[in-house]
C-alpha cells in the first residue's frame, strides 16, 4: 500500500501543493513540531529570512531522519512566516524543498504577527508517513 496524494478535478492544480493525502492503515505517521531557523544551542542563526527558512528545514529534516524519515515523507508542510519578514525570500529560500514532481505534499503557509522564540522570522511543521 502506498500514500495516495490527490490534486481532484475541481480544485486548482498547482505544482506547489496538493489537497488530499490518504495514509493507509499500517502506515507510520510522524508529527514534527514547530522547527525555527536556529541553531543546536537555540541560536537564531541570522536575522535573513532566507536563512532562517532554509535552517528551519534543515531542522525538520534533521527531526524527521532521527525518526526514519526524510523530506520526501512529508504529506504536510505548515509555514509560518512573521508578517514583517520578506515574504519571497523566506517562502521562496523552501519551496524547492518543500515541493516534490508529479505528487506535491499538502502545504498551509499563514503570514502570523509573531512567534515563539524572539527573533524567528519562520516556523515550519510537518506531518510525515511512512509506509513499511
Known amino acids: ?10 480544485l486548482v492544480k498547482s505544482p506547489a501543493f496538493s489537497h488530499v493525502a490518504i495514509v493507509p ?13 536556529v541553531d543546536e544551542t537555540g541560536r537564531v542563526v ?7 527558512s532554509l535552517r528551519a528545514v534543515e531542522n525538520a529534516r534533521v527531526a524527521l531522519e532521527a ?18 519578514a ?16 508529479g505528487a506535491p505534499p499538502l502545504v498551509t503557509a499563514a503570514l502570523v504577527a509573531g512567534l515563539g522564540v524572539p527573533g524567528a ?10 509506509v513499511r
Open 67 to 84: 525518526a526514519g524519515a526524510g523530506l520526501a515523507d512529508v504529506v504536510q508542510w505548515t509555514v509560518l512566516i512573521q508578517a514583517d
Open 25 to 37: 492503515p499500517g502506515a507510520t505517521t510522524l508529527y514534527v513540531g514547530g522547527q525555527n531557523g
Open 86 to 101: 520578506d515574504l519571497r525570500a523566506a517562502y521562496g529560500a523552501i519551496a524547492p524543498l518543500l515541493a516534490r514532481e
Open 46 to 52: 541570522s536575522d535573513d529570512a532566507a536563512e532562517q
Open 121 to 130: 522570522l519562520i516556523e515550519v511543521s510537518a506531518v510525515a508517513a511512512v
Open 1 to 10: 500500500m502506498d500514500i495516495t496524494i490527490l490534486q481532484p478535478e475541481g
